[in-house]
């Protein structure tokens, strides 16, 4: 049904990816979102191919939804819920890698809490291995939900303004979508408080912006993301009360903002944080149009990956 | 009495401001006789000693590493003495100082003991033990520098470790000029670079690797300068990787401090590029860092800021390197590569052959008071033959080294040791 654009092995990073490969997997998306609102959720795409999730960092919401996306293409998936701290034991990453092998898989999803764990598996297996995360790194699949769920809303990625707003240092949704936001040819801004903000991440072609109400007054997209309480221990926050006035998104702040303006957000929200209950809960938010668009990018990945023929 | 002739090779000897074509005649370990080529009377030698031809090759005297970690006592999985100095003289090395940083530390004479025995024993080049600055290492408290002396450590050094306390580095570089030793330093303010794995910039930026900024090299070598001053102390600044750092030397050699530094042939050669794709052997402290601090580490060789070219050779193995890249453990080996890549900036014109070869030989000799690093009369007979033009794979599986971590694997050499004499004697070749 669907011309296999992507020739890889495996989805590492936005980074690896062209934009045609990126507008193929989104197309694809499109096209399997319909799977998801049938009566019988399921095509028989990838019947008998089997589909490990391996995370090393507990999150159910991404962890399901790869899972859901495995079942509902007809594939087996099976999770594995790997402690980081196996490793204290003495198995090692590349342990683990080498007895996934032996069980011969077809894809391995991957969430990792050190940048760069996917690649060395990617290195030693056979199979396919999907980077889920890995520490603040690239979490791609995030950024291709991201731009779909734009896309549709917007009808287009060329040319809009995109503000991503919070902890960029730490977060591989804020790497990927502005990999993926600069590729599709919209303009990016990352706001947050400077202590939040890399140096040398204007190399990658963004705006930097440590004010969040002058910041969103052009914005087509605001990004919010996640804010790790732990930051506020150590030298990076004061605290978050004075975090969430200055940078959390509120109503009277988004007064300020385009009309049309759409906000989204990762998830899990910290409601009253980042992002007011009021926004997260306006007309303004997709928030749960990017778990839906999740599923959907995940069953064409595997699609794209695993050679999908109808 | 037998001979050892090393005939008609171009001698490069910085000490004796010397480039020619020289034979040389070893007896009983030391330097006898260095001779115009062709001097020598025709059967002289003959029949009572052995000939090297060197025709067509450079000879130099053999070369001093006062940075490197043989990890004997403790690690030798990683690397032993035994294993350690015949990568040296693969590598034309035939003296080196040894980090202190072992299991147990060397922070007393019966270690410094063992490795000297250890390396008389099995060493195929001359050891030089490094003792501790503090007690355990810990930052805390002097060691006994006296006792260390007789021991016969060359210098003293925390190196792995920073000493943070500047207290401590004060009445260290204080305390040490009663045996005219010079205080090492690994200069890194350790909370500044925190948790980081590589060089804060677009790199760390781009890989979400946590960075460790140059400030945290520099805020160190500024402290350490300030303190060699208020002192009075020989203070040698290992590893330097910033161009600020460089800066900040070269300010204080101008005002007088008694500053010396050096800086790694990594370091000299790759940025933190190296680490993009996550290669656990380009992991390193100091981290490799941008290309701007890379110009300016060769500036500094160039200009004479910067003393030695020193490897901090480490090995580490599988366990430590095949794993995530925060995980891993930091350093690279560097006694079998580091001339090869030491004469690609001769080859490319960034420094001269004599300017090189005295980073090498005749300054760490002059910092750790050593009679060697140059072919003068009665001197130790430490030399190496090199042949410039020889092209070579770097494959870790043939190096000497017990560890195989290198970033260099795989790269195309140019230059490389053909004879290494220790004491008079081949050893290597
Ligand atoms: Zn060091
Ligand atoms: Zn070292």
Sequence with gaps: MIDNAIKRKDLLGMDDLTVDEIEAVLETAEKLKEVSQRDIKKVPTLRGKTIINLFFEPSTRTRTSFELAAKRMSADAINISASASSVVKGETLIDTAMNLEAMNPDAVVIRHPSPG???????????????????????????????????????????????????ITHSRVARSNIIGFKKSGAKVRVVGAPTLIPYGIENMGVQVSYDLKESIKDADVIMMLRIQRERQEGALLPSLREYSIRYGLDMEKLEDAPKDVIILHPGPL????????????????????????????????????????? | ?????????????????????????????????????????????????????????????????????????????????????????????TSLAAMANTIPVNDNASVTDFILNKASVEGAANVLPVGTVTRGMKGESLVDMGELKDAG??????????????????????????????????????????????????????????????????????????????????????HVSTAYGVELIREAKARGVNVTAEVTPHHLTLT??????????????????????????????????????????????????????????????????????????????????????????????????????????????????????????????????????????????????????????????
């Design chain 2, 272 to 429: 933190d590029d190296a680490v993009r794709g996550f290669d656990t052997a380009a992991k390193v402290n100091p981290p490799l860092r941008g290309e701007k601090d890379r110009e300016a580490l060769i500036n500094g060789l160039e200009d004479g800021t910067i003393d030695v070219i020193a490897t901090d050779h480490a090995p580490h193995s599988l366990v430590e390197k095949d794993v995530e890249f925060d995980a891993a453990s930091s350093g690279m080996i560097g006694l079998e590569t580091s001339l090869s890549l030491c004469l690609s900036l001769l080859f490319k014109k960034r420094i001269n052959l004599s300017a090189l070869i005295e980073k090498l030989t005749k300054n760490p000799a002059r910092i750790l008071g050593l009679e060697r690093g140059a072919l003068k009369k009665g001197f130790k007979a430490d030399i190496a033959i090199i042949d410039p033009n020889a092209e070579w794979v770097v494959d870790t599986s043939k190096l000497y080294s017990k560890s195989a971590n290198t970033p260099f694997r795989g790269w195309k050499m140019r230059g490389r040791v053909v004879k290494t004499i220790v004491n008079g004697k081949v050893v290597y070749g």
């Design chain 1, 270 to 310: 910290n409601r009253g944080v980042e992002i007011s209950p009021e926004v997260a809960d306006s007309p303004y938010s997709l928030i749960l149009n990017q778990v839906s668009n999740g599923l959907a990018v995940r069953m064409a990945i595997f699609y794209h990956l695993l050679g999908g023929k109808e």
């Design chain 2, 153 to 238: 450590v060359v210098a003293f050094s925390d190196d792995g470790r920073a000493v943070m306390n500047s207290e401590i580095m004060r009445r260290a570089l204080e305390y040490s000029k009663a045996f005219d030793l010079p205080i090492i330093s690994h200069c890194e303010d350790t909370n500044l670079s925190g948790a980081g794995v590589i060089h804060e910039g677009y790199v760390s930026a781009v890989t979400g690797l946590k960075g460790m900024p140059s400030e945290s090299e520099t805020v160190m070598i500024g402290r350490d300068i300030a303190l060699a001053e208020l002192t009075g102390g020989r203070l040698h600044i290992a």
């Design chain 1, 117 to 167: 764990a996917p690649h060395i598996i990617s290195r030693l297996l056979k199979s396919s291995v999907v980077n889920a995360g890995d520490g603040a790194h690239e979490h791609p699949t995030q950024a291709l939900l991201d731009l779909m769920t734009v896309k549709e809303k917007k009808k287009r990625l060329s040319g809009l303004q995109v503000v991503i707003v919070g902890d």
């Design chain 2, 1 to 93: 009495m037998s001979f050892l002739l090393i005939k008609g090779g171009r001698l490069i000897d910085p000490l004796q401001a010397v480039d020619g074509l020289y034979d040389i005649v070893v007896e009983k370990g030391r330097v006898k006789d260095v001779l115009k080529a062709g001097m020598l009377a025709g059967n002289d030698l003959k029949n009572k000693g052995k000939v090297i031809d060197a025709e067509g090759l450079w000879v130099i005297p053999g070369m001093i590493d006062m940075h490197c970690h043989l990890r004997e006592p403790g690690e030798e999985y990683k690397e032993t003495i035994k294993t350690g100095t015949t990568a040296a003289v693969a590598g034309g090395y």
